[in-house]
């Protein structure tokens, strides 16, 4: 059974830091590329940041430069490390772990959300 549970959520002042971790299981962590995502009300959910297998990161125009992504293989974790935060950064953030191996063999597992709120 696969599982990923994110943690770190929760209220910070604009201009603050906050660090979300996405712990996996049931699944051949070092094989997958991991990403978070977000979604806000009303919005579709969209890519913050991914990491990929081998390392290489990825970042939605508008953290670059405030988040980074993380991940550790002997842990199985990836964490994303948000700072200078900012109230559109108010979202519930979703962890992804992903791999495709064909055009027909997608392996898509999501967490259950951990909710960011920014204000002050």
């Known amino acids: 059974q696969v599982q990923l549970v994110e943690s770190g959520g929760g209220l910070v002042q604009p201009g603050g830091s906050l660090r979300l971790s996405c712990a996996a299981s049931g699944i051949l962590f070092t094989i997958y590329n991991m990403g978070w995502y977000r979604q806000a009300p009303g919005k579709q959910r969209e890519l913050v940041a991914a990491i990929t297998m081998l390392g290489n990161t990825n970042y939605a125009n508008s953290v670059k430069g405030r988040f980074t992504i993380s991940r550790d293989n002997a842990k199985r974790t990836v964490d994303l490390q948000m700072n200078s935060v900012k109230p559109e950064d108010t979202a519930v953030y979703y962890c992804?772990?992903?791999?495709?191996?064909?055009?027909?063999?997608?392996?898509?597992?999501w967490g259950q959300g951990t909710q960011v709120t920014v204000s002050s």
């Open positions: 992804n772990a992903h791999r495709q191996t064909g055009p027909d063999r997608i392996y898509d597992y």
